[in-house]
């Protein structure tokens, strides 16, 4: 079956910590796998995908299809990574549109 | 307005009334998404238009009705709705390629369903 595992509800770490935002899944195939952030009284938003290998605002993640994980990081976080973290999955289901499935998400919080 | 729009933001209702949720997105994509967002869930897919043809339902309860007029509109019929019904109802939107598409989702910002 289909799914992505956010094992931590919540984390909470200092200004300048290193952040480990955990994901595992568990799919079939090939897929493709992203990390979406809500900040505050904003829109859930595409932070960054696998298949792009960028860092975004500091962030990267490395797909580990061995460990089947797709793991968040930052060396040195800031206050205004404080969001809620989601990460999510998407696989070849139909020939058109995507099919997406989230984690539960885990809430970052960083302490001043 | 650019991006993907929702109207309302909030809509309080009975569990006898009917009301529609309106999702616009302005961004030229060719497929539309129903999310529902609850405290106790992880966000949970419930429709799929991909050239304003429905392709997943997801199990779906019958009192919730999808309708994609076109490839800029969505909305979603609330008939007889229970209280377990209440959460934030996300729409998204994407472009997907004749390939098959696993696409960056664009959301708007929700309507928050309080069913009495």
């Known amino acids: 079956a289909q799914r992505v595992t956010q094992p931590e509800k919540l984390l909470s770490v200092f200004k300048g910590a290193p952040v480990e935002l955990k994901c595992n899944y568990s799919?079939?195939?090939?897929?493709?796998l992203f990390w979406y952030v809500q900040y505050s009284r904003q829109r859930l938003q595409l932070l960054l995908r696998?298949?792009s290998r960028e860092s975004i605002k500091g962030f990267t993640a490395d797909l580990n299809k061995g460990e089947t994980s797709f793991h968040l990081k930052k060396p040195f976080a800031q206050e205004e990574d404080s969001a809620m973290y989601y990460c999510?999955?998407?696989?070849?289901?139909?020939?058109?549109?995507?099919?997406?499935?989230f984690g539960s998400g885990t809430r970052l919080s960083i302490r001043p | 307005e650019t991006g993907v729009t929702q109207t309302p933001r909030h809509l309080v209702m009975g569990m006898t009334n009917k009301k529609s949720l309106k999702c616009e997105q302005h961004?030229?994509?060719?497929?539309m998404y129903w999310y529902k967002q609850s405290a106790k869930k992880p966000l949970e897919l419930m429709f799929v238009?991909?050239?304003?043809?429905?392709?997943e339902n997801n199990s779906v309860p019958s009192r919730f009705s999808p309708e994609c007029p076109n490839s800029s509109h969505l909305f979603l019929h609330l008939h007889t709705l229970q209280p377990e019904d209440s959460a934030l109802y996300l729409c998204?939107?994407?472009?997907?390629?004749?390939?098959?598409?696993?696409?960056?989702?664009?959301f708007g910002p929700g309507t928050r369903l309080t069913v009495l």
């Open positions: 238009y991909s050239l304003e043809e429905r392709v």
């Open positions: 998204a939107s994407s472009q997907t390629g004749t390939s098959g598409g696993w696409d960056t989702q664009y």
């Open positions: 999510a999955l998407s696989g070849r289901q139909y020939s058109s549109a995507s099919k997406i499935i």
């Open positions: 961004l030229g994509h060719n497929a």
């Open positions: 696998h298949i």
């Open positions: 799919y079939s195939g090939s897929p493709e």
